[in-house]
Antibody, heavy 120, light 110 residues
Framework: QVQLVESGGGVVQPGGSLRLSCAAS????????MHWVRQAPGKGLVWVAV????????YYADSVEGRFTISRDDAKNTLYLQMNSLTVEDTAVYYC?????????????WGQGTLVSVSS | QSALTQPASVSGSPGQSITISCTGV?????????VSWYQQHPGKSPKLIIF???YRPSGVSNRFSGSKSGDTASLTISGLQADDEADYYC??????????FGGGTKLTVL
């Protein structure tokens, strides 16, 4: 079954850290670029980061640059998002999504999302 | 402020057609071919319904169509059905290496 399953969300205090995981199955993970997209409660979708299919490049939204790190482990078919220095503005459902190709920024497979709540 | 502007809401009756616009702020937007559209039902994950401006993924109804003219991309849904009621988002490049979503459009089927 082709799917993405996120995990690792939870409640964290401002200034804290969290690492999200996204387990891929049913497709050849190493062939695809991967993204993280977030959605604050009641708000729209916001792109967060991308990692190239071969892991050679990573790019970030300005709002998370320097605080978040996207990475992948192709041996484990898993995508990660390390989030540091979290603020209340980072509260959102975080989705991982598969790029349609090596990387053309069109997302053809999405996970169910994991909720990150930053609160004191 | 999103670099892609969508109307906040649109509505239509069953059987009618509606069009959602997506206007790019960047002067490069007119040249981008990687414009895609996503449908999101409440509490669900987004679903790709249009890619490369006008192509439908396998399994997506041909009632959904996309187009682009200059700095504006459009999603048209024909033969509106109750299940089309959802939020719709356009996306394209913000820069050559980053992605931006439009603000989203809530479609109400009357």
């Amino acid at each position: 079954q082709v799917q993405l399953v996120e995990s690792g969300g939870g409640v964290v205090q401002p200034g804290g850290s969290l690492r999200l995981s996204c387990a891929a199955s049913g497709f050849i993970f190493r062939r695809y670029g991967m993204h993280w997209v977030r959605q604050a409660p009641g708000k729209g979708l916001v792109w967060v980061a991308v990692i190239w299919h071969d892991g050679s490049r990573q790019y970030y939204a300005d709002s998370v640059e320097g605080r978040f790190t996207i990475s992948r482990d192709d041996a484990k078919n898993t995508l990660y998002l390390q989030m540091n220095s979290l603020t209340v503005e980072d509260t959102a459902v975080y989705y991982c999504a598969r790029d349609q190709g090596a990387t053309n920024y069109q997302l053809d497979l999405w996970g169910q999302g994991t909720l990150v709540s930053v609160s004191s | 402020q999103s670099a892609l502007t969508q109307p906040a809401s649109v509505s239509g009756s069953p059987g009618q057609s509606i069009t959602i616009s997506c206007t790019g702020v960047s002067s490069d937007f007119a040249t981008y071919k990687y414009v895609s559209w996503y449908q999101q039902h409440p509490g669900k994950s987004p679903k790709l319904i249009i890619f490369d401006v006008s192509y439908r993924p396998s399994g997506v109804s041909n009632r959904f169509s996309g187009s682009k003219s200059g700095d504006t991309a459009s999603l048209t849904i024909s033969g509106l059905q109750a299940d089309d009621e959802a939020d719709y988002y356009c996306t394209s490049y913000a820069t050559r290496t980053t992605l931006v979503f439009g603000g989203g459009t809530k479609l109400t089927v009357l």
